[in-house]
Antibody, heavy 119, light 110 residues
Framework: QVQLVQSGAEVKKPGASVKVSCKAS????????MHWVRQAPGQGLEWMGIINPIYNSTTSAQKLQGRLTMTRDTSTSTDYMELSSLRPEDTAVYYC????????????WGKGTTVTVSS | QSALTQPPSASGSPGQSVTISCTGT?????????VSWYQHHPDKAPKLMLY???KRPSGVPDRFSGSKSGNTASLTVSGLQTEDEADYYCNSYAGGDSYVFGTGTRVTVL
């Protein structure tokens, strides 16, 4: 069945980087966009960015530009999200979500990866 | 990219209806018919409930419906059930491969 399996929880110090993986199965990853979304404790969902397979490009939310890198390894059907220069306010659950090809219909989600930034 | 505006909370008794608004701008909600809605229960992944304003994915009950007028989209849940109690978020395409979520609404079934 179609599913996204994310990597495990991470604890990082301020200033460090974190890389979260999202392995897709049950479908051809090369035909689908992938969103990254996060939720900080007690806060709402925040759209972070997207991988566009058509143009092999990425788009990040303005506030994360310069710190967010999203990549895709088609050989392993795995997408990656790397966030650098971590701050305590980056503590959140990070989700990958497949775009179902209707402009923003995130139809399949990973279970989430908890990233804690603390000194 | 400012978050779309939703009311913090909404409530209704079982069997009643509740409507949640999602207000954006002419650069996002007002510009595209690409508004989606997500149901989020604590400690679970969000679930797609509607896309392209009013289309339901397979398996979503027809109690969930959507509409849009100008810069504001709405989600209506009819015939409220206890399992509908959750946080709901709208999301809109904002052009150039960018998207924005709403602030979220907690729905309580009284």
């Amino acid at each position: 069945q179609v599913q996204l399996v994310q990597s495990g929880a991470e604890v990082k110090k301020p200033g460090a980087s974190v890389k979260v993986s999202c392995k897709a199965s049950g479908y051809d990853i090369t035909n689908y966009y992938m969103h990254w979304v996060r939720q900080a404790p007690g806060q709402g969902l925040e759209w972070m960015g997207i991988i566009n397979p058509i143009y092999n490009s990425t788009t990040s939310a303005q506030k994360l530009q310069g710190r967010l890198t999203m990549t895709r390894d088609t050989s392993t059907s795995t997408d990656y999200m790397e966030l650098s220069s971590l701050r305590p306010e980056d503590t959140a659950v990070y989700y990958c979500a497949r775009d179902g090809r209707h402009f923003g219909d995130m139809d399949v989600w990973g279970k989430g990866t908890t990233v804690t930034v603390s000194s | 990219q400012s978050a779309l505006t939703q009311p913090p909370s909404a409530s209704g008794s079982p069997g009643q209806s509740v409507t949640i608004s999602c207000t954006g701008t002419r650069r996002d909600v007002g510009a595209f018919d690409y508004v989606s809605w997500y149901q989020h229960h604590p400690d679970k992944a969000p679930k797609l409930m509607l896309y392209e304003v009013n289309k339901r994915p397979s398996g979503v009950p027809d109690r969930f419906s959507g509409s849009k007028s100008g810069n504001t989209a709405s989600l209506t849940v009819s015939g409220l059930q206890t399992e509908d109690e959750a946080d709901y978020y709208c999301n809109s395409y904002a052009g150039g491969d960018s998207y924005v979520f709403g602030t979220g609404t907690r729905v309580t079934v009284l």
